[in-house]
């Protein structure tokens, strides 16, 4: 059991999985790929950046949800 805590408490705060906000979209001061890591979505023409709004937040990047705008 101890193992099993100290195993868990490794891995608590990582992330569960990734996931695709289809309202968000994310500006930076210069190209993207630059930036943050990137994969395509699977939607065609899209792409999805690896970092979780905490990090791009630290980095001073915007990130901005539009599926509450009218």
């Known amino acids: 059991m101890r193992k099993f ?3 868990w408490t490794l891995i608590q705060d990582l ?3 990734l996931g695709q906000h289809s309202g968000g ?3 930076a001061a210069r190209r993207l790929d630059d930036v943050v890591p990137l994969e395509p979505a ?3 023409g899209r ?6 709004k905490d990090d791009c937040g630290r980095l001073g990047i915007i990130k901005i949800d539009c599926s509450g705008c009218a």
């Open 42 to 44: 699977t939607m065609p």
């Open 47 to 52: 792409v999805v950046i690896q970092w979780d």
């Open 15 to 17: 992330p569960r999985h």
């Open 5 to 7: 805590a100290a195993l």
């Open 25 to 27: 979209m994310v500006i």
